[in-house]
């Protein structure tokens, strides 16, 4: 199985005022105060609760398409405009990341930066990887603060946007597709970065693995996915029976089903990384996403029992294009995208964001899927299958990709209608 996945954050800026914040002090990389230990876990509910929004919002922007997307990356990108907002832009953002638990800045900072550490989990030639990357791409002529250039020296990297917009827009369509793996090369369109640009605030995600019991192309054959009540389509569907663990869980009303990958090349240890496909009764989709919470799935999960399952899962392939704005507005950012935006313990300078687009692909085959994502601002027929060894995915049905270690969620999606994939 390969998933690949990007999500890169660009923020282009309408507005520059010179040197209105020159004076004031920046609130990260100072405080010298003790950090909880618990930041890193901490940092990672902010991010499922996050998730979980997000995907309340574009199923209500979208609620008949398929939808897939990075909440890992998104949530990483939009982290960097925190560390660098104040006033109501810092408000809106630790509302809508949920850092509510963190005294201050270096809280979160310091979480970040466990986080960063630990991302280069696995080498290329392993089975499962997962790596990510951000980058503070800024306009050579925009005056930024010392402290940016103390703590995300890793992540700055300076562009002529002004005299050269073009040739910034393919480097930084260079560093998408090779963080990706060529999968998505070209996602800042033509026009997309001008000389008007003054900031791209970016995250890249790429994740590969392979299922630890994989489907045999031989037993794939098509078979019958209910849209609705009156209405079909035949897919690819692919068959597995084997040890999975499997829950009922009654409160969210669905079968919980972990899918593991393996973390090595000898296909005997799994990892920490699972797709975790979550299936309702075939009218209950929308009940189940609104009892969806971070401590209902970790319930959800910790009911899961080994037990052998026939498996019945479609091949599945699309793409998936969204506008971020009304989104994100949707769960409260706004003053980001507005003339009151205040990033000024990154800049000297007043910016305003102007755009955000989200790009997400995923395939999933008999080996595994393969996923990709990027950001740019500028259920059964019957309520209980007829045996409980079945776990048919001939509806609807929900699936996150879950790392067990960090708890986060790396991507997440909603497959509803084969006719939809592209």
């Not at 309340?56 to 990356?73: G, L």
């Not at 319930?299 to 704005?325: C, H, T, W, Y």
């Not at 755009?355 to 500028?378: P, Q, R, Y």
Request: with cysteine; aromatic share 10%; proline share 4%.
């Amino acid at each position: 199985m390969a998933l690949l996945s990007l999500q890169i954050l660009a923020l282009f800026l309408s507005c520059l005022t010179a040197g209105i914040y020159a004076q004031q002090v920046c609130q990260i990389g100072l405080d010298a105060t003790e950090v909880p230990h618990t930041v890193r876990a901490d940092l990672y509910r902010g991010e499922q609760n996050f998730t979980l929004a997000m995907l309340q919002a574009i199923n209500k922007a979208t609620p008949n398409e398929n939808i897939f997307f990075s909440p890992y990356s998104t949530y990483h990108a939009l982290l960097l405009a925190y560390f660098g907002a104040r006033g109501e832009t810092e408000a809106e953002l630790t509302k809508a990341l949920s850092l509510g638990w963190a005294k201050n800045k270096n809280h979160v900072l310091r979480g970040y930066t466990l986080e960063r550490s630990s991302r280069m989990l696995r080498s290329k030639d392993m089975p499962l990887q997962f790596d990510s990357a951000d980058r503070i791409y800024f306009d050579k002529d925009v005056a930024i603060t010392e402290c940016v250039q103390n703590v995300f020296l890793q992540e700055l990297a300076s562009l002529d946007f002004q005299n050269n917009a073009e040739q910034c827009r393919v480097e930084i369509n260079n560093w998408i597709s090779n963080v990706t793996k060529n999968e998505i090369p070209d996602m800042l369109k033509s026009g997309d970065v001008d000389a008007q640009t003054k900031l791209v605030l970016a995250n890249a995600a790429y994740f590969k693995g392979q299922w630890s019991n994989k489907f045999d192309p031989k037993d794939t054959k098509k078979d019958i996915f209910y849209t609705s009540e009156s209405k079909h389509s035949f897919v690819d569907m692919m068959h597995k029976r084997g040890t999975y663990n499997l829950a009922l869980d009654e409160n969210l009303g669905a079968y919980v089903l972990e899918m593991p990958y393996v973390t090595s090349n000898d296909n005997e240890k799994e990892s920490d990384i699972s797709m975790v496909i979550i299936l309702p009764p075939f009218h209950n989709l929308d009940g189940v996403l609104a009892k969806l919470t971070p401590e209902s799935l970790d319930d959800a999960l910790k009911e899961g029992m080994a037990r052998e399952v026939d498996v019945s899962l479609p091949k599945f392939a699309f793409e998936q294009n969204l506008e971020l704005i009304p989104i994100l507005r949707e769960i409260g950012i706004n003053s980001l995208f507005e003339k009151e935006c205040d990033l000024s313990d990154f800049f000297k300078n007043s910016l305003q964001f102007g755009d955000a687009k989200h790009v997400a692909k995923i395939s999933v085959d008999e080996e595994g899927s393969t996923a990709s994502a990027a950001t740019v601002l500028f259920s059964f027929r019957s309520a209980r299958p007829l045996e409980p060894t079945k776990f048919e995915c001939n509806h609807p049905f929900l699936f996150v990709i879950y790392d067990y270690n960090a708890k986060a969620i790396l991507f997440t999606g909603i497959y509803r209608d084969p006719k939809t994939q592209k």
